[in-house]
């Protein structure tokens, strides 16, 4: 009979869902110019899978893991989708101001973008909570911490699908300046990590970093908008 410790459990559920709570927020911002949050999420399970089965096969060996690489690389690889978005983002905007109805279909490079964006997210928070999921294993409580980690993902998929259709209610426009916004402050919360940074009051610093990233990009917008040439009709 396995004899769980409820403290070591509760660690474990409650670093899970911190840690993994960011990856529900990336993949969902990643969705806003893919159309959908299915490749991001598919990226987001590759990248968890990954770093779940590094663990499992070799143990103490991810606390090695050069952390500052993969938060680099993580970092980068949402600047460049944040660009990528940031276009999809003034052409929401600019259809909202003519009307037009929105395009159908995502593009083929939205959704591999949004996959590679999911899959950096996830590897970087599997691997925050993989460390402290391994440190609970070495005490002796291994059997809690799965636990606990399975308890927690399943409450944080669960909150996520609900979630889900009241984030499709809101306006496209709003919607993809949100998730650009998101996707710069993650890139420079990250980057300044793997610099050696100091974030006060660690992840509760992306709050005023996303406010931040909010008004410099809702200003970019304005300024590429008013840039754009006007087109004239006849008649």
């Known amino acids: 009979m396995v004899v769980l410790d409820l403290g070591a459990l509760l660690v474990a559920l409650v670093i899970t869902i911190v840690e993994m709570t960011e ?7 990643l969705g806003a110019e893919a159309g959908t949050i299915r490749h991001g999420a ?12 590094l663990a499992l096969g070799s143990g103490a060996a991810l606390l090695a893991l050069p952390r500052a690489a993969l938060l680099c690389g993580a970092a980068a690889t949402l600047v460049a ?3 990528f978005l940031f276009r999809g983002t003034i052409r929401a905007y600019r259809r909202a101001r003519s009307a037009a109805p929105p395009p159908s279909d995502a593009s083929r490079a939205g959704r591999h973008a949004s996959f590679a964006g999911g899959v950096a997210v996830g590897a970087v928070e599997a691997t925050e909570a993989a460390i402290v999921l391994l440190a609970l294993a070495a005490a002796g409580d291994g059997s809690s911490a799965i636990v ?3 308890i927690g993902g ?6 996520a699908a609900l979630v889900h259709e009241r984030i499709r209610r809101i ?6 300046l949100g998730a650009t916004s998101m996707l710069f402050a993650f890139a420079v919360f990250w980057a300044g990590e793997a610099a050696g940074l100091y974030w006060p009051f660690d992840e509760v610093a992306l709050v005023p970093l996303f406010l931040l990233s909010l008004l410099v990009v809702r200003g970019a917008v304005e300024v590429a908008l ?7 009709r006849n008649g």
């Open 154 to 159: 399943a409450a944080l998929v669960a909150t």
């Open 226 to 232: 008013r840039r754009a040439p006007r087109v004239h």
């Open 171 to 176: 306006k496209v426009p709003l919607l993809r």
């Open 42 to 53: 598919m990226g987001a399970i590759v990248g968890t899978a990954a770093i779940a089965l």
């Open 81 to 83: 989708f944040g660009v």
């Open 148 to 150: 606990g980690a399975l």
């Open 23 to 29: 990856v529900v927020a990336v993949v969902f911002a």
